[in-house]
């Protein structure tokens, strides 16, 4: 539909406007899709300036026998330690550690896709994994906490 480019605090983003049905469009920024809702609905015809939206990430499906073994955003109790965070956006494809496991400085504890090349994120610190805030699959954007180290 539409292609877009913006630059959020230094950062080039592709933006393009794939399908937009009342207040909820489909879109790929940097070839990750999304689900956007929109503030108000598009009207064409009567919009003069580019929308205003707020960006979630599109919702991933899971085969009925996945059992969940990580702690997702949201829990009431944040962990504590040191956040392992993404350098950039892509897709999760493998986590390499569980809560409880002991990690050096160094050791690869997700892997990221991102551009079509396999990124290791590695632990920044000696310790204990606290908390696994990504599964396989997921689409992450820059600076989202994939782990906690404690």
Known sequence: MNKYQYKVQGVDYDVEIINVEGNVAKVNVNGIPFEVELKQPINPSSVPHKPVVAVQPQQQTTAATATPQTEKPGNSTPAKGIKVTAPLPGTITEVKVKVGDTVKDGDTVVVLEAM?????????????????LVNKGDTVMEGDTLITIG
């Open 116 to 132: 079509k090349m396999q990124n290791n994120i590695e632990a920044e610190s000696n310790g204990t994994v606290t908390a696994i």
